[in-house]
């Protein structure tokens, strides 16, 4: 006979290569089994990056002598109390965590009830021990020494113990992330490399808190609140204003029913909502959590249940992008203070005292323009003397670049109400200098010009729809059946952005009319385009791109140029605009239009506070 049955130690050892692949797989799965016991506490500790040894300790409901010993069996799970497997309401219901690692290690597991004796059993490569008396607290510590070590050909891929304890402080985060009410703590070599303490109050308080903790100071003071539910899907979180954002998207973190999760239609509905607003290398910081009934997603997906399926996606889909755009909207001219931050470090002084963008005079220097002082002429930075001040206004009046207007006593105090306050000056016939009750706003004439004309195009092209140019031969596209299938499900979507296509016999598509404002364009690589879009992430944004990236285009030449001279209406009209138009605080690459600068700061800047 040919085929024979696997001894169980090495089915054990199969199934720990598909379930703990790192420590960090091992401490998620111990670290959901805590959660799960209804822990309030989870504490972490590693020595070497969790190869000689992974402590987790919680204070949950604890384990009994018999389920001690049922535990480390396979398939064996308090998960699930029937047999239903849709709804599931836990992190976790496989029953092969403990016996994979068990497999694979030296494990040991020390549990007590509330009303209970502690015990504890002990598992080495897979040879289990008896149940024995121990002393422990109510709660349960699980001890995982020697990973791999009966498996000595997967310690080769395990990565240098700094990286194996940064994939577990990234795990571990992440579930913190979801649970702000428990308190979580990782110790490695003696070292707490994260302490985050319980978060109380509300739960968008409490999660708002924890993310402060996760994601610094900067997402908390730039968080946008999401808040939205269709047909029983709710999608709460926070998601950062898009002139805060980053090079890459590790700071996007999703979460469905609680469980972390990296899911391609997640990723691809968050990049679709930015879309019109950074550019394709920068990505958003965000926190999302949905919520959903349990036999509306499958999170069996994956052994390690870092993917899900769900059952509607394009709702799903549809409900991120559509909140997501909602906060942005709501957020109206606001940037980021990030900007002010950044622009404020330039000019602060560096660890040696000096200035590193902008120069000082200093003691000793001459000072010819200001009357009854004798002396050589300063030179500013770029070697030019300084201007004449003006008695009247003290502003330099005689700096082609600098313009300055005096408003009206009456009309200055009434427009410095307003957020963008009233304008003051142009410099350099780029930039408006406005005062605020607070501080001052320095607004980048061109790029704020630049987005409220092109807003102000997609609320046209919203209103009239987008105009479609026929083709005089229809572009015949030659695709996969399946791209073709794919193409021809989303031919009303690409109608409305004016692309008019269908099916052309076998493995090929027919393209009538194209978008007027696409020109000529290589239709073949446009479909193409298109069809790895929906292939990659179900989702096409090729064409909204192309034609968002034509109106930009076309926006910018149509808006105010920088150098060209603004009169104080001109301006304040500009300010006016910037107030009442959606996204005005950043242009289509996420950069900012204005830097605001609070009057506290600046005093800092030159030692009054």
Do not use: W
């Amino acid at each position: 006979m040919i085929i024979r049955h696997l001894p169980e130690t090495l089915i054990n050892q199969i199934a720990a290569g598909e379930v703990i692949e790192r420590p960090a797989a091992a401490v998620k799965e111990v670290v959901e089994n805590a959660i799960d016991a209804g822990a309030t506490s989870v504490s972490v500790t590693l020595r070497d990056g969790g190869r000689s040894m992974i402590r987790v300790a919680d204070n949950g409901i604890g384990m009994s002598a018999d389920d001690l010993k049922a535990c480390i069996n396979r398939h064996a799970t308090s998960k699930l109390p029937d047999d239903d497997l849709v709804h599931i309401a836990s992190l976790g219901f496989r029953g092969e965590a403990l016996p994979s690692i068990g497999a694979v290690s030296r494990l040991a597991i020390t549990s007590r009830t509330a009303d209970g004796d502690a015990h504890k059993i002990t598992v080495e490569g897979g040879k289990k021990s008896g149940v024995s008396p121990a002393s422990h607290a109510k709660g349960t510590t699980v001890e995982i020494a020697d990973l791999f070590y009966a498996t000595p050909a997967r310690l080769k891929f395990l990565k240098t113990p700094r990286t194996e304890a940064m994939n577990v402080k990234d795990t571990l985060t992440r579930l913190a992330m979801a649970y702000p009410d428990i308190h979580f703590e990782l110790v490695n070599d003696g070292k707490t490399t994260l302490n985050l303490p319980a978060k109380t109050g509300d739960l968008f308080e409490a999660r708002l808190g924890r993310l402060a903790d996760v994601m610094g100071r900067e997402f908390y003071e730039n968080a946008l609140k999401i808040d939205a539910e269709r047909e029983d899907v709710k999608l709460t979180g926070y998601a950062g204003l898009p002139t805060l954002n980053r090079g890459n998207a590790q700071h996007q973190y999703l979460f469905v029913n609680g469980r972390p999760v990296k899911d391609k239609l997640l990723h691809g509905a968050v990049r679709g909502a930015y879309a019109d607003f950074l550019a394709r290398d920068r990505h958003a910081l965000l926190c999302l959590y949905l919520e959903l009934p349990p036999e509306y997603v499958d999170v069996n997906v994956h052994p390690a249940k870092s993917e899900v399926r769900f059952r509607d996606a394009q709702l799903v889909r549809g409900l991120i992008v559509s909140a997501l755009r909602h906060s942005l909207n709501e957020a109206g001219h606001r940037a980021s203070t990030t900007v002010a931050q950044d622009a404020l470090s330039r000019m602060a002084p560096n660890a040696a005292g000096q200035q590193t963008n902008i120069e000082y005079m200093q003691p000793g220097d001459k000072y010819p323009h200001i009357k009854g002082i004798e002396g050589d002429r300063y030179y500013g930075r770029a070697g030019n003397p300084m201007p004449t001040m003006s008695p009247l206004t003290g502003l330099a009046q005689a700096a082609p670049a600098a313009r300055y207007h005096e408003a009206a006593p009456l009309e200055h105090e009434t427009q410095q109400n307003f957020p963008l306050g009233t304008a003051r000056a142009q410099l350099h016939e780029t930039y408006i200098v406005a005062q605020t009750q607070t501080g001052i706003v320095i607004v980048d004439q061109h790029a704020a010009h630049e987005r409220l004309v092109y807003e102000r195009m997609k609320a046209a092209m919203a209103e009239t729809g987008v105009k479609r140019q026929g083709l005089l031969i229809p572009e015949i596209v030659e695709l996969e059946d399946h791209d073709v299938d794919r193409l021809v499900a989303r031919k009303t979507e690409f109608e409305t952005l004016g692309l008019i296509i269908e099916p052309f016999g076998d493995g090929a598509i027919a393209v009538h009319e194209i978008p007027a404002l696409l020109g000529r364009a290589n239709v073949q690589k446009l479909v193409r385009d298109l069809a790895d879009e929906l292939a990659e992430m179900d989702e096409a944004l090729a064409l909204k791109e192309k034609l968002e990236e034509i109106c930009g285009t076309m926006a910018c030449h149509g808006s105010v140029r920088a150098g060209r001279r603004l009169n104080l209406d001109e301006m304040n009209a500009l300010l006016r605009q910037m107030e009442e138009t959606p996204h005005s605080g950043q242009c289509n690459h996420g950069r900012p239009t204005y830097v605001e600068l609070k009057l506290h700061d600046i005093e800092k800047l030159f030692g009054r506070k």
